[in-house]
């Protein structure tokens, strides 16, 4: 990949790998059909020594020989060893716990050892033990059927995407001579090797003249840039049992695809190579520009950082050193709720002029006259915005010499209020990011749920970080990775909620490093340090919170730039070239 030479500086050499999985006999463990296989991806960060998800996989309806769309993608780097693990399991419940979910088996290995491979790809034999990646254990295991099949291929720098709509005419028969024909088609990308990359799977589409979605693919997914690389696509029509069958498939290539314009390509047949009877429809196939992260910021949109703080009674009284809201006498040993305003806001706070921070509170009572409120203004004013990092940190800390802690748990009035904000700036000039900061299971579930499918056409994304030791297993619903979140069979249009647990610095560091990180307590800690502190070395509890700070920016911010363009590209807003210029340093309304 080309990189800009620059004497006297130093670059790591890397190249951008897409990993292509498939599985072949993989168990089957469903009675009446086959098993609906998905692979999780875990890799291990720099520096850690713990299993940390990367992605899922979609999930692929009774099929024991899986070859999936999603792919991975990394950063190869040839100097270090990059460890990688693959998880299958048989999707039975449709919550997101791998635990609801029967195992099929995993496999370790490194990055290097698929990139090696080279064209022939890597095939490894399925361990069929449970095994929790995050064990003191060594992984082992029986090993027994199934196989798990990986494919590395390097990338280029493109900037382009895809975007076309397939028919078709004549295409499957009744089933049963009753029920009309459930028709989807694939579509693969030739290798070196000369085998094919499944890159798209459509839906299923029921009637002989089926009528596709568009579909939208990064041109290096689909062809690396090389539009005359060879493609594949292939139409089937599921049957009643569950299996598939093949009704033809054709070569083709991008720059046909294009060309075609509204044309149609004859099929094959899959077991002669004859041609049949059934016609693929490209009825429009457009390339178009990928606009990232950094075009809209560089470009004049701005980030705007809205702060919720849980002031619940569970948190404890603020003057018990066990509180979650005490405020130690130690610099060094800033509580959780400050930890997290200060890691946030010290990275989002560059991306607005303003530098005027909302920050709101709920579960209260509040001050003059003591009534429970779910959407205060921290600063006990007419106006909840506070300049700065600092201000907002010095108004939390007035706030709570001036309230009561209450209850219960209640996001849905906040998300609300921060929908309102981004309601009236979706010009693409404004994007609004809320993070709340609580210690407890919310209380208000179905009107949150309601309150983010509703926020989710919206410019803004919601960041929940859980404080405390509390049991937060009911949040992960509405972390949208692996299931969107939904309301009375509305579904949310974008993922734009990511739930992070932190406990405090010490604790979160032995979760994301694991052990290493000298004298620090996994207890409870005594005295003045209070229930985020635990290290009596000054020098070393603060360089433990810097480093916990670090961690919690980048897991809490990870998914904001493509939740950012993802809304935008669902708007159809694209940078204003020469607004960054002009970069307005008043607030939205």
Not at 67 to 96: C, G, L, M, N
Not at 241 to 260: A, E, P, R, W
Not at 318 to 343: K, R, V, W
Not at 480 to 488: H, K, L
Request: glycine share 8%; aromatic share 8%; proline share 5%.
């Amino acid at each position: 990949m080309d990189q800009k030479f620059s004497p006297g500086t130093a670059m790591a050499a890397t190249s951008t790998v897409e990993i292509s999985i498939s599985c072949r006999n993989l168990l089957d463990k469903d009675i009446l059909s086959k098993s609906d296989p998905m692979c999780v991806i875990y890799h291990r960060p720099r520096g850690t020594n713990h299993w940390v998800e990367l992605m899922r996989t979609e999930t692929i309806a009774d099929n024991l020989n899986p070859d999936f769309v999603a792919k991975v993608t990394v950063e190869y780097r040839f100097e270090e060893q990059q460890s990688i693990r693959f998880e299958v399991y048989d999707v039975d419940s449709p919550t997101a716990r791998l635990s609801d979910q029967d195992f099929l088996g995993f496999v370790e290995c490194t990055v290097a050892q698929i990139v090696s491979a080279g064209s022939s790809a890597l095939t490894l034999t399925l361990n069929q033990t449970v095994y929790l990646p995050n064990s003191s254990k060594k992984a082992s295991g029986d090993k027994g059927s199934g196989t798990i099949i990986l494919l590395a291929e390097e990338l280029a720098l493109l900037k382009d995407e895809v975007t076309f709509k397939l028919g078709g005419n004549s295409m499957g028969s009744l089933n049963f001579c009753i029920f009309r024909p459930k028709i989807f088609y694939t579509l693969s990308k030739v290798n070196e090797s000369g085998n094919y990359s499944v890159v798209q799977r459509s839906l299923s589409v029921i009637g002989t003249e089926p009528n596709w979605a568009p579909a939208t693919i990064s041109m290096r997914s689909l062809c690396n840039g090389d539009r005359d690389r060879g493609l594949r696509i292939e139409c089937y029509q599921e049957k009643m049992s569950g299996s598939h069958k093949s009704l033809g498939y054709c070569f083709t290539t991008l720059n046909q695809m294009v060309s075609l314009g509204t044309g149609g390509i004859k099929l094959v047949s899959s077991h002669d190579g004859k041609e049949v009877a059934v016609v693929l429809l490209v009825l429009f196939c457009k390339i178009s520009q990928i606009y990232t992260f950094v075009d809209y910021i560089q470009n004049g949109t701005q980030i705007h950082c809205c702060y919720a703080v849980d002031f619940t009674s569970s948190n404890g009284d603020p003057s018990d050193p066990g509180s979650l809201h005490y405020f130690s006498q130690s610099a060094n040993s800033p509580n959780p709720y400050e930890q997290a305003i200060q890691s946030v806001g010290d990275i989002i706070q560059d991306y607005d002029a303003t530098k005027m921070f909302p920050v709101f509170g709920f579960g209260a009572r509040i001050p003059p006259h003591g009534g429970v409120s779910h959407n205060f203004f921290v600063t006990l004013t007419e106006s909840p915005y506070c300049f700065g990092i600092h201000g907002v940190l010095e108004n939390y800390r007035n706030c709570i010499r001036q309230v009561q802690l209450y209850g219960p748990t209640n996001f849905a009035p906040v998300i609300k209020h921060v929908a309102e904000l981004a309601s009236q700036n979706q010009n693409g000039e404004h994007y609004f990011v809320l993070l709340i900061i609580t210690d407890g299971v919310i209380t208000d579930m179905p009107h949150t749920k309601e309150a983010i499918v509703n926020a989710a056409d919206l410019p803004m994304s919601i960041i929940i970080v859980g404080v405390g030791g509390a049991d937060f297993e009911a949040m992960e619903e509405l972390d949208g990775d692996s299931v969107r979140v939904s309301f009375n069979g509305r579904e949310a249009v974008r993922d734009i909620v990511q739930f992070v647990p932190y406990r405090d610095a010490f604790s979160w560091m032995a979760s994301t490093v694991g052990p290493g990180i000298e004298g620090t307590s996994h207890s409870q800690p005594q005295g003045d340090q209070g229930f985020y502190g635990g290290n009596l070395n000054p020098q070393l509890s603060n360089a433990t919170h810097r480093m916990a700070q670090v961690k919690l920016a980048q897991e809490v911010l990870a998914e904001i730039p493509e939740q950012l363009t993802s809304y935008m590209k669902s708007k159809g807003l694209f940078p204003k070239p020469g607004s960054s210029h002009s970069r307005s340093s008043t607030l939205p309304p």
